[in-house]
């Protein structure tokens, strides 16, 4: 038996007794994920951890060990920024509803309010475009990207898309499986990578805002960013089936400060934006997701999709205490928009590190 079998046979244990139906601690779960991520080359324990937790129902405890084994195998970034002005606005992905890239069109708001963003951003499984694919639609390949990229980026825009695996070494195998097993044999399901991926950095931050695309998991994610050392985020979940706060409908929001726990519901009007219809910001493909995009960004797209960034971007602005209220940020988010400012932080980043000759074809 070689190294990554022994290796692999070790956490039989740990499997077996999360299919039993029970839970894992923090310190058995990094010990189980980091394993697979080094040695599982087929898949067989990663679909098998999978299937198992999350039919279970992940726990704050695994939730931070999938963390902590991320962490401890992740490159390691240092940007000098400080942690009271980085934020990231990735959230889970995988709603019933479908709509446009949100979440990264809300980042060149907050940018362009004067904080840094590290966007998590991956290819779209469960969704026509994830953030990678509007990022690489303009030259900017994450999968070429390094730690200094990323920090020089963070530093001189203030904004760079990131997915951790690929400026890992020791992640590389995971994202290669995640690679296989969700884009090219086109797999689609709900994992627990999508519940607790992006709400991973590896870098300091102290608030940000977290989209989820199920009401279970809000109190298991503020809990974990508890655990995780955050001052304030929010997480959220629209009935309507987003992982976004909408203007469609209520959202449901947990609030974290501290080491309390704040719940409440929000609709379009207490957000300062007319309520839509779902018709109105679902999703019109990936080219259409595209032109949505660049258009909000310019200022040039005006209703229901501008009103949706508005009041995502303004939660973050609220975490990040830029604002006393979720109205006031919507209100903010909307000037900043119609200033078109925050297309010129997306040019700014294209001419960093993606094609610039691109621009305009749009």
Not at 8 to 25: C, H, M, Q, T, Y
Not at 249 to 267: F, H, M, P, R, W
């Amino acid at each position: 038996m070689n190294k990554s079998q022994a290796r692999l046979e070790a956490i039989n244990p740990l499997l077996a007794k999360l299919v039993d139906g029970n839970n894992l601690s923090a310190i058995e779960t990094e010990k189980l994920t980091e394993t697979i991520y080094l040695y599982d080359k087929e898949g067989y324990h990663l679909a098998t951890f999978v299937g198992a937790v999350h039919a279970k129902g992940e726990t704050a405890e695994e939730l931070l060990g999938l963390c902590l084994s991320r962490g401890k195998l992740g490159a390691k970034l240092k940007p000098k920024i400080p942690s009271s002005h980085i934020t990231d606005v990735s959230g889970s992905g995988g709603g019933r509803l479908k709509t446009f890239n949100v979440s990264t069109t809300v980042s060149f708001v907050i940018v362009a309010a004067g904080y840094t963003v590290l966007k998590q951003a991956f290819y779209g499984s469960l969704s026509p475009t994830g953030s990678a694919d509007i990022f690489a639609t303009f030259g900017i390949d994450i999968s070429t990207l390094n730690p200094k990229k990323v920090e020089k980026a963070l530093e001189k825009v203030g904004i760079c898309p990131l997915y951790l695996e690929f400026i890992s070494p020791r992640l590389k195998n995971k994202g290669l499986l995640g690679r296989k097993i969700y884009v090219q044999q086109g797999v689609r399901v709900r994992t627990p990578f999508h519940v607790v991926t992006n709400a991973f950095v590896p870098v300091k931050m102290d608030a940000r805002i977290y989209g989820m695309y199920s009401p279970r998991y809000l109190n298991v994610l503020a809990e974990l960013f508890i655990k995780l050392g955050y001052k304030r985020t929010l997480t959220f979940y629209a009935e309507i089936g987003m992982p976004e706060i909408s203007n469609v409908g209520k959202t449901i929001i947990v609030e974290q400060n501290g080491k309390k726990l704040k719940k409440y519901t929000v609709s379009p009007e207490d957000l300062g934006v007319k309520e839509a219809r779902e018709v109105d910001i679902k999703t019109g493909g990936k080219e259409q997701n595209i032109k949505d995009f660049v258009n909000i960004l310019r200022g040039k797209e005006w209703g229901p999709k501008a009103d949706l960034v508005a009041v995502n971007a303004g939660a973050a602005l609220y975490a990040l205490g830029d604002v006393r209220a979720l109205k006031d940020g919507t209100m903010k988010a909307l000037e900043i928009l119609k200033s078109g400012e925050p297309y010129r932080v997306f040019e700014r980043l294209v001419n960093k590190i993606g094609t610039p000759s691109i621009l305009s074809k749009f």
